[in-house]
């Protein structure tokens, strides 16, 4: 007899290994909730940052804000500025028109988002690279 069978058939309970922290925190879905903007690079250079990306960002549904939520990331007056181009992929968006990606750490306190200006069609990863505004954003807590 299998010794699995031999202890449910003797009614021994069954220890379960404990599930790691990690596993069951899950990280938001969505970046929403205000950030403090920790790095940037520009085609992979680290220009000096002007005092309006020093302000908080505030990430809400399809919608970036720099500083208060009456101020859009590009001066689109309220309008989405941070859509989502494919449902079945919401971390692919577009940053006005410009394709962008994001992804949040494990614990959800850290967001990489970038965006190509260079004219190409999809960005599918985050990392500094030619073409490419590259943020990383710490949340406010």
Not at 20 to 42: A, I, N, R, T, Y
Not at 112 to 136: I, M, N, S, W
Request: charged share 25%; hydrophobic share 40%.
């Amino acid at each position: 007899m299998r010794p699995l069978a031999l202890l449910l058939l003797l009614g021994l309970p069954l220890v379960a290994a404990p599930v790691p922290k990690s596993v069951k925190k899950h990280p938001p879905q969505f970046p929403d909730g205000v950030w403090v903007l920790h790095e940037f690079s520009s085609d992979g250079a680290v220009p000096t940052l002007p005092p309006s990306m020093t302000k908080d960002w505030v990430f809400a549904g399809q919608h970036v804000f720099v500083g208060v939520k009456a101020e859009p990331a590009d001066g689109a007056k309220g309008q989405p500025n941070f859509t989502i181009d494919d449902e079945a992929r919401p971390h692919l968006r577009k940053w006005g028109t410009m394709p962008a990606a994001y992804e949040l750490d494990g614990d959800g306190d850290t967001l990489r988002c970038c965006y190509a200006h260079d004219g190409r069609k999809e960005l599918t990863e985050c990392k500094p690279q030619q073409g490419v505004h590259f943020y990383v954003f710490k949340r406010v807590k």
